[in-house]
């Protein structure tokens, strides 16, 4: 049973929309939520969230967490055609020693020009 | 600075032939980790590392072993290669658990097994 779950699997958009990627997750002892971002290659970190309701900003990107209702969500404004990516979420395990990350199956994102 | 780095990129092998990939880092961090990406998933944790000497079992440690003889190198063996271990394998390493959960990944290695 996963203990992360993103949706939508895949999402194809033109350049210039906004899209809003989810991820829940139901880890017994949450420390924190990562997003990355994979293109065919190794994942490449974008934020960590810890608190809830605080948003991270990364250029066009923004993420939040609500750690009430077991969610983030990841957004991406104006989307570009570099935007293209798998986009993985990772839920971090507390209880853990060394900081145990599950990983949801990731959302294909696909921006066309 | 390189950051992680694997070898080999690609490697196809025969059913129960044996293999080493190879995972270094350069940035000095304990904690090291091999992940396997099948298709459509998320990443698995195979093994992990807290220090040199000192490794343990993730989710999916059956047919993989680790040594970690020094900092850098975290090396995963294949003893007798399955299908089922067809995957991309990822190597990362993060500074520590509770001061940074950022793992650095490696670029992977894509194994086939027929």
């Known amino acids: 049973e996963d203990k992360v779950v993103q949706s939508p699997l895949s999402l194809v958009v033109h350049e210039g929309d906004t899209v809003t990627l989810n991820c829940s997750y139901e880890?017994?002892?949450?420390?924190?939520l990562l997003w990355y971002k994979q293109e065919k290659k190794a994942p490449t970190f974008l934020f960590m969230l810890?608190?809830?309701?605080i948003e991270k900003k990364s250029g066009r990107l923004s993420s939040i967490l609500d750690k009430k209702e077991l969610f983030s969500i990841l957004n991406i404004t104006a989307t570009q055609t570099g935007d293209s990516a798998v986009y993985l979420c990772?839920?971090?395990?507390?209880?853990?020693?060394?900081?145990?990350?599950?990983f949801g199956r990731g959302t294909q994102l696909t921006v066309w020009p | 600075n390189a950051g992680v780095t694997q070898t080999p990129k690609f490697r196809i092998l025969k059913i129960g032939q044996s293999m080493t990939l190879q995972c270094t880092q350069d940035m000095n961090h304990n904690y090291m980790y091999w992940y396997r990406q099948d298709p459509g998933m998320g990443l698995k944790l195979i093994y992990y590392?807290?220090?040199?000497?000192?490794?343990d079992k993730g989710e999916v440690p059956n047919g993989y072993n680790v040594s970690r003889s020094t900092t850098e190198d975290f090396p995963l063996r294949l003893e007798l290669a399955a299908p089922s271990q067809t995957s991309v394998y990822f190597c990362?390493?993060?500074?520590?658990?509770?001061?940074?959960?950022?793992?650095?990944f490696g670029p992977g290695t894509r194994l086939t097994v027929t």
């Open positions: 880890v017994t002892n949450f420390r924190s």
């Open positions: 990362a390493s993060s500074s520590g658990p509770k001061i940074a959960y950022e793992q650095y």
């Open positions: 990772a839920a971090v395990d507390r209880g853990s020693t060394l900081g145990r990350l599950y």
């Open positions: 590392s807290v220090g040199a000497g000192i490794t």
């Open positions: 810890t608190s809830s309701g």
